[in-house]
Every structure is written in C-alpha cells, then in structure tokens.
C-alpha cells in the first residue's frame, strides 16, 4: 500500500512565522501535491510538481512556496504565516502524469496561526 | 477549466436506508471522474474511479456510481448505509490531456443515523 506521511497532524505557529510542512511517500510517485481543506470551499490545489526540482503552481498559491529536493519529500512554505492561512492541509502523491491514476493522501495537517 | 458541484453539502439518513449524493461537473474537454471518502481525523481515500467503457462503476464498501455524459452527472449510492459510513464524501474530475490536476467538489458529509 502507499503511504504519504506528513509530519505533524496539528501545528500552532504565530502570525509572520515562516512556517514548513513535510510530507513524504514511500512508492516513488513522480507526482505530489499541496492541497488546502477548508470547510464548504472543499479541497483547493495550492502546489504541484512532476518531478525533483520542479513545481508549478496550483489555483491559490499566493503567501505559499514549495521545495522538492527528493523524489520522495514534497515540503509546503508559508513564507510569513497569517490567520487566513489557519487550515487543514492535506499532502498527496500519484504515479504517473495521466489524469486516470487516483492520488494518495496523506493524514493532514490541521495548522492554526495565532 | 473543469469545475465540480456537489448539491448537498449535509444528507442525514437512517441506518440501512438508500442513499444518493449528487455530483455534476463542468468541462470543455473529455474527463476521468472521482468519489473520494473522507473519514473523521483521516486523509482521502478512493471509492470510485470512472475512466471509460461502463456507465457504472462499483467501487468499495458497496458503494457505486454512474457517469452520464448528458447530463454531465456523476451521482454516488449505496442500496443500504451503515453507521459506518459517516464521512464526508468528495466528487473531483481531471482532464484527459494536460496536467494531472484533480479539481474537487464542496463535499457532502454523510450521517447514518441509527
């Protein structure tokens, strides 16, 4: 079976933190994701990458950046954290470039900025 | 750019009763389509893909949907729920071609009420 790890399941940092998220797959997918969760809004698609070193940016990617340094981590930035950025944050990873795989996910991270 | 609308954010219904929750989509091109379930304090899971060939897909926990492509409709049932199957409940599609981006319904959370 996959498994995508995130680091922490709940996160409190203050408001201008720079703020970094870990998430890690075991199954050597060449895609990974950074989605947010937010209640009646769904999931939302903050940052994608295709490969190492490579990222594109999803539909809300402002106050955010990413890091792929190896296949297997995916690591999400808040550069200076805000009360809007107060979420559930949710990593995932699919195996192929084809819209037909179905993505992994990991467990979450429910972050609040104070 | 595709978009998904899912009906109802809340269906409340009684142990062993039948249930649909409605998804519709917008695209101007071809798309896979996805139900994905969300437990509480979990990560998403896949119910159910529908990528080409039968209208109906069975998908886990006796869950099943059906694609018409008239009615750009991807609705979800189940013939009798269980306790169990309270959770929130996510309709996303993605393009045949271009990048593997997943875009996600509202979510409808399910409750089984006994």
């Known amino acids: 079976d996959v498994k995508v790890t995130q680091s922490s399941r709940y996160l409190v940092k203050r408001t201008g933190e720079k703020v970094f998220l870990e998430c890690v797959q075991d199954?050597?997918?060449?895609?990974m994701f950074w989605y947010r969760q937010d209640p009646g809004l769904g999931l939302r698609l903050i940052y994608f990458s295709y490969d190492v070193k490579m990222k594109e940016k999803g539909d809300i990617p402002e106050g955010y950046s990413v890091s792929r340094e190896k296949k297997e981590r995916f690591s999400l930035i808040l550069e200076s954290a805000s009360t809007n950025q107060t979420s559930m944050y949710l990593c995932?990873?699919?195996?192929?470039?084809?819209?037909?795989?179905?993505?992994?996910f990991g467990d979450g991270t429910r972050l609040s900025i104070l | 750019a595709q978009s998904v609308t899912q009906l109802d954010s809340q269906v409340p219904v009684f142990e062993e009763a039948p249930v649909e929750l409605r998804c519709n989509y917008s695209s101007s091109v071809s798309v896979y389509l996805f139900w994905y379930v969300q437990y509480p304090n979990q990560g998403l899971q896949l119910l159910l893909k529908y990528l080409s060939g039968s209208t109906l897909v069975k998908g886990i926990n006796g869950f099943e949907a059906e694609f018409n492509k008239s009615q750009t409709s991807f609705h979800l049932r189940k013939p009798s729920v269980h306790i169990s199957d309270t959770a929130e409940y996510f309709c996303?599609?993605?393009?045949?071609?271009?990048?593997?981006?997943?875009?996600f319904g509202q979510g409808t959370r399910l409750t089984i009420n006994p």
């Open positions: 995932a990873s699919s195996s192929d470039r084809i819209g037909n795989q179905p993505q992994h």
């Open positions: 996303a599609v993605s393009e045949l071609q271009g990048a593997q981006k997943l875009v």
């Open positions: 199954m050597d997918h060449e895609n």
